[in-house]
């Protein structure tokens, strides 16, 4: 890993040789053994928590730069550790080394006529590169994943995180290198320009996948300029739809979860549409059960008409992540109708329907184009512990390769085997 | 599909118009029932062979138009049809329509503790880019996959097949009319100039997929242009490796496949490695087999010194595809050599070993990079139809979503789907 801290001089060089090196590890990280990985696993974990004193010091020149610069009371949360977190952080690591193994398993073996047996085996990505913001436990985090699943990666974090995340990553080198793997295997790009983003997304035949996490500038600004390939983690406008055969107390349930839980993240509800059929019964109480949380609503003319208090919707509503208690309602024609607003207004992230109609449920599931598509349960779902990926590096709305929560197995990918008796083609 | 032959004016918004109207057709096509795929499927079959004359006659002006450009004798061959070739066309879009539908398979279903059922359901990618070259038959094995497969394509092929693909494009849509589904859903880009290929690339938002088939320019090109994701069809620099447990009958007859069975396609293999502990007895046995069959020979120093009639390789013969009957030989010591040069010039493509050392074998297996690995087996297996897929769109050498062979399967992602029964998260 890059330790340089002097002024940036021929930095496109730089980064390229260090991508190079920790490419050059990945024939090594993915002929690794389960127990060679887990050691390095359990050994990050023990030094994480031996190191808390200097990562904390390290933290707190990151969160008085952050405050002095102003920076949202949000930013700073979401920038500052404690001895509980970095506690949560290792053990966090330790579940990932208690995962099973994904790497190296072969799936679907049969023979063909001639006798060959053919099948698929899973195996590492190889150099995986992550650009992200002011998280400094996303280090960890996608280090331990990479790791577990055979992987090399090039770290690059926010500007904000720099001191933490030096310190985070020293520690990681430390409990490579003390299980005998290779310590570029975890590289961290100690540089905060964008250009130097760029050059990133560009090391084509070095990168074999870059994952971009933060805002929608930023995952933008990767996919204009990369020739790596890419898998975003978009934003979400997840919808609830109630059906005329939901049963209401169900729906008003799954509605103030799925809004009110969490509503910072991106599997929170943020438009709820009510079948005309039951909005007269429905609105009102869910209105009710809304505002008791603190969420403001904006609904389209119809939900007015049922519950006038509502402030009204503009176009730009249906299209609007608020990540806040803010709600747009809107009543709908039945399934259709909800259909066609989400394939116009949704972003392929999570999209539920409430209905005790197992018709509908089914053709809700079959026909919306999302990451996840649920029945009769709340959008808050969409996580890979939830789901039961045992950790995640977030969730992508890209549809190839990984389409939701990228856990292990998402940062495998799958090659043909073929063992034979002498077969050749006629 | 866009009939315009007028000269192109305000282009961008032409091909982005038309992009749009085929991605408007996606929620219907991912709908399609099986019946209804197949019905135009069949209906595509019948017409293809109906319209023979009309496409051969087209076809005529694009082989006439070749000639007398002075293209390649090899250019024009791939670009003639013929009845018969017609014929095979029409055959292998029955093929498709007798596979079974990928479209809507839910894996792995399992309740959580909560008892929410979750597992991923199989679902067409939406709009699919294939950006090909001279061989008109692509045009219809491409749009026959993706209707299979529930996507709707945006088809763009050479410039010297524009007669040909016109007129198949036509009986592809009235074909889709016949059987009630949207023209719209197979779009034919009628244009040539390269600058269409680079703003193709760069329909974020509308293509979901982008495949270039060709050689190694069109490949980069569209790479070094794309916002979209690509998956790319590269070279094959394919080995054989001779171990010194081989079988030495199996290893010849192997390498001899491998080389002559059909030297023109990106699965033969370009390079034979030869532990040497067997060189000695393998090397001048396999050089006379090879010369029977017209194969050059350029091998390394120590090659040479047992076969001393072999020509010198070159540093450049390591990572060439020569797609001829040209083969480079190289003495290794033993596994790990050769390990070490398929990591260094290898294409991610196909590699095999002959040895009958199991151990050995599934070190290879593991340890090798590459969309298909083989243990006693020649390359020549990468292939859709050998491997068990019943049809293929190419071998993808990206190793995201796909790597391998492309069929029916592949030209699918995994959503998440959830049933629950009013789950909510604590």
Not at 58 to 77: F, K, P, S, Y
Not at 168 to 188: I, Q, W
Request: some cysteine.
């Amino acid at each position: 890993m890059s330790s340089t801290t002097e002024p940036r001089a021929g930095g496109a060089s730089t980064l390229h040789s260090q991508a190079a090196a920790a490419k050059a590890t990945t024939r090594r990280l993915a002929a690794a053994s389960t127990r060679e990985k887990n050691a390095a696993l359990t050994a990050m974990a023990d030094a994480l928590l031996r190191a808390t004193p200097r990562i904390l010091e390290a933290n707190c020149v990151d969160v008085d730069a952050a405050a002095m610069r102003g920076q949202t009371a949000a930013l700073v949360d979401r920038l500052r550790l404690t001895e509980a977190r970095v506690a949560q952080i290792a053990e966090g690591v330790r579940q990932i080394a208690a995962l099973p193994d994904p790497v190296g398993r072969i799936e679907r073996l049969e023979a063909r006529p001639n006798g060959l047996r053919v099948g698929r085996m899973t195996v590492p990505l190889g150099l995986v590169g992550i650009v992200y913001e002011a998280r400094p436990n996303v280090t960890i985090d996608a280090a331990a994943l990479c790791l577990k699943s055979g992987n090399a990666c090039l770290l690059r974090g926010g500007s904000e995180a720099l001191a933490s995340n030096r310190a985070l990553v020293s520690v990681v080198g430390d409990a490579l290198a003390s299980a005998g793997l290779p310590r570029e295997a975890v590289s961290f790009v100690d540089d905060t320009d964008r250009e130097g983003v760029r050059e990133m997304a560009r090391l084509s035949g070095v990168l074999d996948l870059l994952i971009p996490r933060g805002g929608e500038g930023l995952i933008r600004f990767v996919t204009e300029h990369a020739t790596v390939p890419v898998i975003q983690h978009y934003k979400g406008v997840c919808h609830v739809y109630v059906d005329g055969a939901a049963d209401l107390a169900m729906a008003e349930a799954i509605a103030v979860n799925a809004k009110t839980h969490r509503p910072g993240v991106c599997n929170a509800m943020e438009t709820l549409l009510v079948d005309a059929a039951c909005a007269h019964a429905f609105l009102p109480r869910v209105a009710d059960a809304m505002r008791a949380k603190g969420v403001a609503l904006r609904g389209c003319g119809r939900a007015r008409a049922l519950v006038p208090s509502m402030a009204a919707a503009s176009d730009a509503d249906w299209d609007t992540e608020y990540l806040d208690l803010v709600l747009s309602v809107r009543v709908v024609d039945g399934l259709d109708a909800a259909l066609a607003h989400i394939a116009a207004h949704g972003t392929g992230h999570t999209e539920a329907i409430v209905s005790a109609d197992r018709d509908r449920g089914e053709r809700f599931v079959r026909e919306v184009d999302a990451s996840l598509v649920l029945v009769n349960a709340s959008t808050r779902f969409n996580d890979g512990f939830e789901l039961g990926l045992g950790a995640e590096m977030g969730i992508s709305t890209t549809k190839l390769h990984a389409y939701g929560p990228m856990g292990l197995e998402e940062l495998c990918a799958r090659k043909w085997v073929g063992y034979g008796a002498g077969q050749i083609r006629g």
